[in-house]
């Protein structure tokens, strides 16, 4: 559970170093604002149309990955579809089938929204997101460090979790792994407050005075014009579905 | 032609199923064997294309319709065994989503469209074109003639499917349990579409879609050239999409696909028990429609629907295929 876990976070962080992304043509700031709206359109339409057709879209978008790319977006889909089924599974016996496909369309699509979102965006450049919508630079860099941090000492802890268990024998070590978890974490508190210090050094050695800027901003293009689209045939096509049904 | 469920018993469904089933394991060990891996997202696009093929209705005097399966083009392009699994998988998601096509029949289906149809038609193509490849005018008539016997031929054996029920299962009072019409009816009346209107749009299909390929795609059926989707290719389907609301024109429903309440108004006088009590699979989009929407938008957004999960599947299984094949490559 805990390697899977780091292995998730591990990912976000990774993704941005060795990943073959390319720079998103459109702003992120736009492309995380539609997907957002579209998700919470999604919430609010009454009725399954709406919820099929975003579907559809993002099921074209899907299309265009990789293949690679394509089975790990389904494998992350997997879950939260199985979860709500199973959750919803009771609107069945009371005669609501549509209840539990709406409802469960409606997770698939938005789960599938944010995987395609994360698809397009580097962490860079979410994190460059919150800087664009002026959301306190404290914020973003807690939020940026805190994923980075909870990687390198999720990994930390791992590792001296592996050597305690190496070096423990008999069936007396599986009761003392318990007894153990407070030294690994006290040691990695120790060992946290040791590399938050090295960073902030390392940080004030590049120039940081306390401003977590952006050094590019992106500027507005046609696929930013054309993106923008979206959002009035969203709002238009959300209007027409919710009075026709 | 398709077949939907209750009309065949399950006693039928299932040798129809036992009858397909060899022809799914040698198409896929096939596939497998003779196809690079590359090439079986290339089946996907054709899938994609006999899914789209079976949403142009087409009209008949007396209020039927029927429509191009596409099965002697994939055939053509690719092999008829890549055909067999494409055409499977395009009637799959057309059962399991639109309701096109019954669960239980599916056996029936896949036998009569995605096994007779495809190796028939690429048998008569190549029979009359035996140096394929060397003459393209010479390819296209066997095209057209293999496409137009291959859909016949799938129609024929759609028929005695239908015709054999009254032979073999009855109620007490002598009434059909399942689909009421015997051979003397469903032979006509099935082949009387195919031999002229429906064959003609499975001719105009493969024909012009495969005149078209080899024109402005001619690497699609190239096995040596690393498999890609050509722009015209992508174009081509962008517009099928596009015109399959053309297939709306068509009113009525194909011989042999009635639902529960219209099947005593067709001449039968009554509704088989099998029909009225049998199983009733709810689809996800139902007849490629959305309640309360025009009839046009969802006929648009099931086509892109289908070719969008065609496309999703085939490239996955391409990609696992050319990841196993590259590690029996490394083995050996």
Redesign the interface.
């Known amino acids: 559970m805990t390697e899977r876990l780091l292995k998730a976070i591990a990912a976000i962080v990774d993704s941005d170093s060795n990943s073959e992304k390319k720079p998103s043509r459109m702003s992120p700031a736009l492309r995380l604002a539609v997907a957002v709206f579209a998700i919470v359109l999604c919430a609010c339409s009454r009725?399954a149309?709406f919820v099929?057709?975003v579907l559809?879209v993002e099921?074209?978008r899907?299309?265009l990955l990789k293949?690679?790319r394509?089975?790990y977006v389904?494998k992350k889909l997997v879950l939260p579809i199985v979860f709500t089924l199973l959750i919803m599974l009771p609107a069945v016996f009371f005669g609501h089938?549509s209840t539990m496909?709406t409802v469960t369309m409606k997770v698939a699509e938005s789960v599938l929204i944010l995987l395609l979102v994360n698809e397009d965006l580097s962490w860079k450049e979410i994190t460059g997101v919150f800087s664009e919508i002026h959301l306190p630079s404290v914020i973003t860099m807690t939020l940026d460090t805190t994923v980075r941090f909870l990687v390198l000492l999720g990994r930390l802890a791992e590792r001296i979790h592996e050597a305690y268990l190496l070096r423990s024998l008999g069936r007396a070590a599986d009761r003392r792994k318990m007894s153990a978890a407070g030294g690994i974490l006290g040691t990695v508190f120790l060992k946290s407050s040791k590399m938050s210090q090295e960073s902030f050094e390392a940080m004030q050695c590049r120039g940081y005075n306390g401003a977590y800027r952006r050094l590019s901003r992106h500027r507005f293009c046609i696929w930013d014009a054309l993106y923008l689209c979206a959002v009035p045939m969203l709002v238009i096509f959300f209007i027409i579905?919710q009075k026709?049904? | 032609m398709h077949i939907p469920d209750n009309y065949l018993s399950p006693q039928t469904c299932a040798v129809m199923f036992a009858a397909a089933a060899p022809a799914w394991v040698i198409s896929v060990r096939k596939v497998k064997k003779e196809l690079p891996p590359e090439k079986v997202?290339m089946m996907g696009v054709g899938a994609a294309f006999s899914f789209l093929g079976m949403m142009f209705n087409v009209p008949l005097p007396g209020g039927t319709t029927g429509h191009a399966v596409g099965g002697t083009l994939i055939a053509l392009l690719l092999g008829p065994y890549a055909s067999c699994i494409s055409v499977s998988i395009a009637l799959l998601l057309q059962a399991l989503i639109f309701g096109d096509g019954g669960i239980l029949s599916f056996g029936a289906n896949c036998f009569n469209m995605a096994f007779v149809l495809p190796f028939v038609g690429y048998a008569i193509a190549h029979a009359i074109s035996p140096n394929w490849g060397k003459n393209k005018k010479r390819d296209l008539i066997g095209a057209g003639i293999g496409s137009y016997i291959g859909i016949n031929a799938a129609a024929l054996c759609a028929a005695i499917e239908f015709g054999i029920q009254t032979m073999l299962f009855k109620d007490a009072s002598g009434n059909a349990l399942y689909c009421p019409y015997g051979l003397n009816v469903s032979i006509p009346a099935m082949m009387a579409g195919h031999l002229t209107l429906f064959g003609l749009a499975e001719v105009v299909f493969t024909v012009a879609v495969l005149a078209f390929v080899w024109k402005a795609a001619p690497d699609f059926d190239n096995s040596t050239v690393k498999a890609k989707t050509a722009l015209p290719v992508k174009i081509l389907l962008g517009v099928l999409i596009c015109a399959v609301p053309v297939g709306l024109l068509a009113e009525g429903t194909a011989w042999g696909e009635w639902g529960a309440d219209e099947i005593s108004g067709t001449g039968a006088g009554y509704v088989p028990k099998g029909i009225a009590h049998g199983i009733n699979y709810?689809a996800?989009?139902p007849d490629y429609s959305?309640?309360?929407?025009p009839d046009w938008f969802g006929y648009i957004?099931s086509a892109?629907?289908g070719v969008?999960?065609l496309?999703?599947i085939f490239?996955?299984i391409?990609?696992i295929a050319s990841k196993g094949s590259r590690y029996d490559r490394a083995v050996a």
Do not use: Q, W
């Open positions: 009725n149309v099929i057709t559809t099921l074209i899907m299309a293949p690679d394509m089975i389904l089938r496909l579905t026709a049904i | 997202a709810p996800l989009l959305f309640s309360g929407l957004l892109v629907v969008a999960l496309v999703i490239r996955i391409s990609y």
